[in-house]
Each structure stands twice: as structure tokens, then as C-alpha cells.
């Protein structure tokens, strides 16, 4: 999205926390370093100590709702956890002066940058809308109780962020004006807001590939991977299955496995098979073009990944935001396979990628998720509609922040 929009002629800027700044500058962008002391949340991807925190609690099922006041209560204490970027933003937008800002959902501090400058500002989603149906269901509550704003979390989230500057609270500022939304459309979360559609183009860093991913396989190639954001990790712990015997097993069928993990799950595989590739990292938007199987946790950007390369999916949900539903809708599509943690054995696992790999109407499943997503617009098509909304609530405008 942001090189759409300097494609377009636009100025862009993306503020981040500074650990993550590196990021930015690999994919040709100009970051803004804003904010201290996030470290907690940069760790969990390698801090392996830290995994145990990782949970379901900000997970979203509207199909099994049980618990959500829970679930909002920790949504808001993690809401809360990005105020220390409240101050450096405002003391940039102030200087820059940019027309629109568009903030991950996580990070409220940028709406309220953004007021203050009168810029036009919007959420860009990552997955589907937790937060905004959270916050309906906590509002139908409060209605049906007559609470006070004191009974509101959200209040109490807001306040002191408000108070510094002089501003009351209004509902833009924690679901913005609209909403730019990468999630398709029978995956979304039945929210009663403004989302923009726009389709997620698979990026997973600036690496150079190793020049096997461009070799055609002389086996089918089933890749494995659990993303980077942590959670996924616990599947081995959740299903008592090792990765050590989890890629013994694979090793049987008549495929090629390529494991992307976290170095320290690769070196308990003693000896490595001969049709195994144990890799650290590779992006998956080079690999997966030669795949026929992507075995992953549910995540968001895995499943969109396999998706706009028409790959069958073999998903092992671990919650952590909308992974269950992303298990079903691949399963009751036909673009792949569900298989419960709970479920996950050596002969279960085996049985269902041989499946995918053997049965062709995964892959016409797969083809028809591939021309759902396509089907959304591109973000070049998107930035015209950015234009257009942000002449709305700002008639000049000349600059972006992401």
C-alpha cells in the first residue's frame, strides 16, 4: 500500500517502533522511529522463554462468543500497552503535517495524532476486526445496563491520553474514520462499520532466496510453516507431536519437506532425511509458488500467501486472533484441509497431506480462493479511494503516514 501510494505521486512516512525501523528501510520506504518502550512486544517473536504468555485471549470466534468481556477487557490492556507513542507522534504529525494517517489497529495514539492535526485518519487492518466487534458487543452491553462512561474500558483506555490533550472522546478514535481491510469478504466478522477492500499481495521481507525455491521439484513440495509471530510455535506443545517426529513422519511419504522454524526447533532434528530441507527463514512469497501443500497455524498473511499462489492448505489452528475461522472457511471451501492441535498425530497429519498432495479437487479449491482474492482490488486501485476519502474530511491534501 505504501508503495502504491508513492507510485501515485504521494509523500509517505511510516512511523514504527525502532527496532522494527530496519523493516521500513529494506523495503525502500522512510521510516520514523516513534516509541521506547514497546520491547515486550518485539521480543515475543524471538524470546522463546516468553511463548507461555501467548494465548487465545485476544481471539475472536463469533461463532463460539463465550468469554468476550474477557477477551475485551485483555483486548484494551493490549490496546493501552502502544501509549508511549502518543507523544512522538503528535510531535511529528505536528511537524510534517501530513493529510492521512493510516494506523494499524493496535495503535490508537496515531488517531489521535492525527486529530490534533486535522489530518484525515483510518485504520489499516491485518486480519479480521476483533477489536470493532469486541467493542459492539461491549456497547450493546453497556446499553442494556444503562452504564455510565465510567463503566466503559474504553474510557478508561482513552482518558489519559485524551486529557493531555485536550480532546473527548469519540468512536473514530479507536475504529478511525474507515477501515482499509485485507480480509475477503466471507472471512470478515459481521461489524456494522466503513471498510475499504483492498487485496493483500504477499510480502514476507527483502532476502535474497536460495536458488533451490526456483528449481522445479522432482517430488511434490510440501512446505511448513508457523509464522513469526510466535503463537504458532506452541502447536508441538499443544499437540504432543515433536517436530522431530513430525518431520520423521513426513519424511516417509513420497514429497519433498521444506520446515521454515525458528533456528532452536530445527537442531532437535538429529539427522535430517534426505527429501527434508530444514531452513531457518525463507519468504514464503519464494517459495510457495513451487509448492503443492502449505502445512500452517492459521495465520492471516500465511493463508492469503497460499491463496494468491493457489496452494491446497493444511491448517493446524492455534488461536491467537481469527485462526479457527480461517481453519474452517479453508476446510469448507475445499481449499484445503482442518486438523485440530487436539487431532494433530503422526498418522493423521500423514493421511491428510497425502490427500491434498493426491486428490485434484484441492487444488481447484485452491484456485477458487486464488480468484476470491483476486477479485479485490489491488492497492494502486485503493489509493483512489483514499484520495477521495481523504478529500472528505481534509480538503488539501498532500502527504501520508502509515
Not at 15 to 25: D, Q
Not at 314 to 327: D, F, I, Q
Not at 358 to 371: I, N, V
Request: hydrophobic share 45%.
Amino acid at each position: 500500500m505504501a508503495w502504491a501510494l508513492q507510485n501515485a505521486g504521494h509523500e509517505v512516512r511510516v512511523a514504527i517502533h525502532p527496532g522494527a525501523a530496519h523493516l521500513v528501510t529494506e523495503a525502500g520506504l522512510a521510516p520514523v522511529p516513534v516509541g521506547a518502550a514497546l520491547t515486550e512486544v518485539m521480543e515475543w517473536n524471538d524470546n522463546f522463554e516468553k511463548l507461555d504468555s501467548l494465548t487465545d485471549f485476544l481471539s475472536v470466534d463469533a461463532a463460539h462468543d463465550d468469554g468476550w468481556e474477557r477477551k475485551w477487557a485483555g483486548m484494551t490492556r493490549m490496546l493501552a500497552g502502544f501509549t508511549p507513542m502518543l507523544d512522538d507522534l503528535v510531535d511529528f504529525c505536528r511537524s510534517w503535517q501530513p493529510d492521512l494517517v493510516l494506523w494499524d489497529p493496535f495503535c490508537v495514539p496515531a488517531a489521535v495524532a492525527a486529530t490534533l492535526t486535522g489530518a484525515a485518519q483510518a485504520r489499516f487492518l491485518w486480519g479480521q476486526d476483533n477489536i470493532g466487534w469486541l467493542n459492539a458487543r461491549s456497547r450493546e452491553r453497556l446499553a442494556q445496563r444503562n452504564a455510565g462512561p465510567e463503566e466503559d474500558p474504553v474510557t478508561a483506555l482513552m482518558r489519559p491520553m485524551l486529557e493531555r490533550y485536550g480532546l473527548a472522546y469519540r468512536e473514530e478514535l479507536l475504529l478511525g474514520q474507515w477501515s482499509v481491510d485485507p480480509v475477503p469478504a466471507p472471512l470478515r466478522l459481521p461489524v456494522d462499520l466503513s471498510y475499504e477492500p483492498v487485496r493483500r499481495v504477499p510480502y514476507n521481507g527483502n532476502r535474497t532466496p536460495p536458488a533451490w525455491v526456483h528449481e522445479r521439484p522432482e517430488r511434490p513440495r510440501v512446505c511448513l510453516s508457523l509464522g513469526m509471530g510466535g503463537r504458532g510455535r506452541q502447536l508441538f506443545r499443544e499437540s504432543g507431536l515433536s517436530f522431530a517426529d513430525m518431520v520423521a513422519a513426513l519424511s516417509e511419504l513420497d514429497i519433498e519437506l521444506v520446515a521454515t522454524l525458528h533456528a532452536e526447533q530445527l537442531a532437535t532434528v538429529q539427522e535430517v532425511p534426505e527429501n527434508v530441507r530444514l531452513v531457518e527463514y525463507v519468504p514464503l512469497n519464494y517459495l510457495l509458488p513451487s509448492c503443492s501443500v502449505l502445512i500452517h497455524h492459521g495465520g492471516g498473511g500465511t493463508f492469503a500467501a497460499a491463496g494468491a499462489h493457489r496452494v491446497p492448505q493444511l491448517v493446524t489452528p492455534l488461536s491467537m486472533w481469527g485462526e479457527a475461522r480461517t481453519a474452517r472457511y479453508v476446510a469448507d471451501s475445499g481449499a484445503g484441509l482442518m486438523l485440530e492441535p487436539g487431532e494433530l498425530t503422526a498418522e493423521s497429519l500423514c493421511a491428510q497431506v497425502q490427500r491434498l498432495v493426491s486428490e485434484p479437487s484441492f487444488r481447484a479449491g485452491a484456485e477458487q480462493l486464488h480468484s476470491l482474492i483476486r477479485s479485490m482490488p489491488g492497492p494502486d486501485e485503493v489509493v483512489r479511494r483514499l484520495e477521495a476519502l481523504t478529500a472528505q474530511h481534509r480538503p488539501q491534501r498532500r502527504a501520508v503516514t502509515l
